[in-house]
T-cell receptor, first 109, second 113 residues
Framework: GENVEQHPSTLSVQEGDSAVIKCTYSDSASNYFPWYKQELGKRPQLIIDIRSNVGEKKDQRIAVTLNKTAKHFSLHITETQPEDSAVYFCAAGNNDMRFGAGTRLTVKP | EAGVTQFPSHSVIEKGQTVTLRCDPISGHDNLYWYRRVMGKEIKFLLHFVKESKQDESGMPNNRFLAERTGGTYSTLKVQPAELEDSGVYFC???????????FGSGTQLSVL
């Protein structure tokens, strides 16, 4: 089955800096790679996703890149703000998703 | 549109007791998933329903866990008897189709003492 590794487990950045979270996956059949954000006390919510037929997708300050050959994908947040502070989860799969262990991002004002 | 709802939000029980968690998916979502997150670890897949049928239950830890989705609407996850290592946050999620966007519930924080 699919196995997803996520790094780093914690990340602290200064407001305005960029943040990058990386994930690797094991199953070459996986074709869908979503990212979820879980704010404190709230449910995980989808923030961006990418399918295997594209290498990069951007939505305002967040972007995701995918390297299918190397089986890794990354989340990039630019111009970070305190409200970006949360736990971020990557996931990979074909029909059913498997998740990484999460990255706790702290953006310091 | 109502989101995925889970009940209870918190449950504290003693080892050996029974607990039943409930999930109400978004109306019309045939796909329902149970996940568990132990502190600091991944959101681990437990099982997947398509309507009332168990599509994949490969993530269920052992036979102390029983999930049902009678009628293909809400689902329950029963742990009997609970052990200390069952503690964690149990998430339910639903989607319109397999491989589509997952909508999560707020989770049930289970503490087994």
């Amino acid at each position: 089955g699919e196995n997803v590794e996520q790094h780093p487990s914690t990340l602290s950045v200064q407001e305005g800096d960029s943040a990058v979270i990386k994930c690797t996956y094991s199953d070459s059949a996986s074709n869908y790679f979503p990212w979820y954000k879980q704010e404190l006390g709230k449910r995980p919510q989808l923030i961006i996703d990418i399918r295997s037929n594209v290498g990069e997708k951007k939505d305002q300050r967040i972007a995701v890149t995918l390297n299918k050959t190397a089986k890794h994908f990354s989340l990039h947040i630019t111009e970070t703000q305190p409200e970006d502070s949360a736990v971020y989860f990557c996931a990979a799969g074909n029909n059913d998703m498997r998740f990484g262990a999460g990255t706790r991002l702290t953006v310091k004002p | 549109e109502a989101g995925v709802t889970q009940f209870p939000s918190h449950s504290v029980i003693e080892k050996g007791q029974t607990v039943t968690l409930r999930c109400d998916p978004i109306s019309g979502h045939d796909n329902l998933y149970w996940y568990r997150r132990v502190m600091g670890k991944e959101i681990k897949f437990l099982l997947h329903f398509v309507k009332e049928s168990k599509q994949d239950e490969s993530g269920m830890p052992n036979n102390r866990f029983l999930a049902e989705r009678t009628g293909g609407t809400y689902s329950t996850l029963k742990v009997q008897p609970a052990e200390l290592e069952d503690s964690g946050v149990y998430f339910c999620a639903s989607s319109q189709a397999r491989g589509a966007k997952l909508f999560f519930g707020s989770g049930t924080q289970l503490s087994v003492l």
